[in-house]
């Protein structure tokens, strides 16, 4: 972006610097004609500052020459043109926004086209544009400087970029290799949600990702150096890879070292919900700590399924889980028959009961009352035997005798003889 203020300043360092000096040569040079004998024409004295201009020219062509090349030797530079942006940087300031560099997602993108890579590697001056999802920790001389969040950053002389740090929230899925207590192989899957600290406040549009910048600080001078035989991708551990692989991997071994295989893998089925539990929450806790140290919060933890490694081994504990299940649902099928059994049984006692009584009843009645009472008694018969006639499980426990003895109830002659 232009910057009005920035040239006129730029400009005028380059004045300050170029004016006096070739002020200083032709005012030399002019004397020099004015105290010869005789006094030189104009011609000479065109001549005269000619000769004095280009050799001090050629000096300063020659000096800076010699500083590009050897700011080229000492931070390993392909071209020329990036060292004399660096050294007219130094010497006069910036005249617009550039060199800049953007951080994005975690990471430095240098612009293409651009002189910005020197600025990576050397420093300032120069400018960091930094994204809302990420943020810097600056370093100068070998000194960490200052920590800064989303937004812009002028970086000094020779201050630059010592790492940055994503803001947003990190996801580790990953099998966690182990032994059992009896010292079989297992492997649990693991699920890990976490993030830098927040500074307390609640996200916005502005913020999407608030942070709090001591705790930017804290994951970026939190790394580990590991063995030097490893590769050198991986001899840096950050503060992403203490929490997965210190933390997570380290603890949950442990956990699982304390547990018999029987109770592990009877986490898997869901059935044995209160050690899956423990094993959770005690990972969880230890999580919690391990991530407070290096400036970042857990946010999920979950585990997966924990299976042995060994596939022999895996083949015989789903045939032993299978006839167990098989055996749970024979068990809980010859329950439920067991119950409609008792339950049939009484209803049917009950309604064997029911019908002796109304048998009775009804010959108490054959001897004291009258034609047209007994017709109505049997209506209710009939309507009493369309009923059970309705229940299956009635008419499954029903004994043959009770239901001959009712129909034989409801077709007894009326007194007299007579057929209704």
């Given at each position: 972006?232009?910057?009005?203020?920035?040239?006129?300043?730029?400009?005028?360092?380059?004045?300050?610097?170029?004016?006096?000096?070739?002020?200083?040569?032709?005012?030399?040079?002019?004397?020099?004609?004015?105290?010869?004998?005789?006094?030189?024409?104009?011609?000479?004295?065109?001549?005269?500052?000619?000769?004095?201009?280009?050799?001090?020219?050629?000096?300063?062509?020659?000096?800076?020459?010699?500083?590009?090349?050897?700011?080229?030797?000492?931070?390993?530079?392909?071209?020329?043109?990036?060292?004399?942006?660096?050294?007219?940087?130094?010497?006069?300031?910036?005249?617009?926004?550039?060199?800049?560099?953007?951080?994005?997602?975690?990471?430095?993108?240098?612009?293409?086209?651009?002189?910005?890579?020197?600025?990576?590697?050397?420093?300032?001056?120069?400018?960091?544009?930094?994204?809302?999802?990420?943020?810097?920790?600056?370093?100068?001389?070998?000194?960490?400087?200052?920590?800064?969040?989303?937004?812009?950053?002028?970086?000094?002389?020779?201050?630059?970029?010592?790492?940055?740090?994503?803001?947003?929230?990190?996801?580790?899925?990953?099998?966690?290799?182990?032994?059992?207590?009896?010292?079989?192989?297992?492997?649990?899957?693991?699920?890990?949600?976490?993030?830098?600290?927040?500074?307390?406040?609640?996200?916005?549009?502005?913020r999407p990702f608030p942070v709090d910048l001591d705790?930017?600080?804290?994951?970026?001078?939190?790394?580990?150096?590991?063995?030097?035989?490893?590769?050198?991708?991986?001899?840096?551990?950050?503060?992403?890879?203490?929490?997965?692989?210190?933390?997570?991997?380290?603890?949950?071994?442990?956990?699982?070292?304390?547990?018999?295989?029987?109770?592990?893998?009877?986490?898997?089925?869901?059935?044995?919900?209160?050690?899956?539990?423990?094993?959770?929450?005690?990972?969880?806790?230890?999580?919690?700590?391990?991530?407070?140290?290096?400036?970042?919060?857990?946010?999920?933890?979950?585990?997966?399924?924990?299976?042995?490694?060994?596939?022999?081994?895996?083949?015989?504990?789903?045939?032993?889980?299978?006839?167990?299940?098989?055996?749970?649902?024979?068990?809980?099928?010859?329950?439920?028959?067991?119950?409609?059994?008792?339950?049939?049984?009484?209803?049917?006692?009950?309604?064997?009961?029911?019908?002796?009584?109304?048998?009775?009843?009804?010959?108490?009645?054959?001897?004291?009352?009258?034609?047209?009472?007994?017709?109505?008694?049997?209506?209710?018969?009939?309507?009493?035997?369309?009923?059970?006639?309705?229940?299956?499980?009635?008419?499954?426990?029903?004994?043959?005798?009770?239901?001959?003895?009712?129909?034989?109830?409801?077709?007894?002659?009326?007194?007299?003889?007579?057929?209704?």
């Amino acid at each position: 972006m232009f910057n009005p203020r920035k040239v006129l300043r730029f400009w005028s360092r380059i004045l300050l610097l170029l004016l006096p000096l070739y002020t200083s040569i032709v005012v030399l040079a002019f004397l020099a004609t004015r105290l010869k004998a005789p006094p030189a024409t104009g011609r000479q004295l065109g001549l005269m500052l000619a000769g004095s201009l280009v050799p001090a020219t050629l000096a300063l062509a020659g000096g800076l020459l010699l500083a590009i090349s050897y700011l080229q030797a000492l931070y390993g530079l392909g071209g020329k043109r990036e060292a004399l942006g660096h050294l007219v940087h130094c010497l006069f300031g910036l005249a617009s926004f550039k060199p800049w560099i953007r951080v994005e997602e975690g990471k430095i993108g240098v612009p293409p086209k651009d002189l910005s890579s020197f600025i990576v590697r050397v420093g300032g001056p120069g400018n960091v544009i930094v994204r809302k999802d990420s943020a810097v920790v600056l370093e100068k001389a070998g000194y960490l400087t200052r920590t800064a969040g989303p937004g812009f950053a002028n970086l000094e002389l020779f201050e630059r970029v010592y790492d940055t740090v994503d803001l947003r929230p990190r996801r580790w899925q990953h099998p966690v290799a182990g032994l059992s207590k009896e010292g079989i192989p297992v492997t649990c899957e693991t699920d890990i949600e976490f993030q830098i600290q927040d500074d307390g406040k609640p996200p916005s549009s502005e913020r999407p990702f608030p942070v709090d910048l001591d705790a930017v600080f804290a994951a970026v001078t939190s790394q580990w150096i590991r063995e030097q035989d490893r590769p050198e991708d991986d001899q840096v551990l950050d503060w992403k890879g203490r929490i997965v692989v210190s933390t997570a991997e380290g603890t949950l071994r442990f956990i699982l070292a304390r547990y018999p295989l029987d109770r592990l893998i009877a986490l898997t089925t869901g059935g044995h919900g209160h050690s899956r539990q423990d094993i959770r929450k005690e990972l969880a806790d230890e999580l919690h700590r391990g991530a407070a140290g290096v400036g970042a919060k857990i946010l999920k933890v979950e585990l997966g399924e924990i299976r042995v490694q060994d596939e022999v081994t895996q083949q015989w504990i789903e045939a032993w889980r299978t006839a167990w299940e098989h055996w749970g649902l024979e068990y809980l099928g010859a329950s439920e028959a067991h119950s409609v059994e008792i339950v049939g049984n009484a209803n049917s006692e009950a309604l064997v009961a029911r019908i002796s009584n109304t048998v009775n009843f009804l010959h108490e009645l054959r001897q004291k009352r009258e034609e047209d009472f007994i017709t109505g008694t049997k209506l209710q018969l009939n309507l009493a035997l369309r009923n059970i006639g309705s229940d299956s499980i009635a008419l499954t426990y029903m004994p043959a005798e009770a239901m001959k003895l009712l129909r034989d109830a409801v077709n007894l002659p009326p007194p007299g003889g007579a057929q209704p």
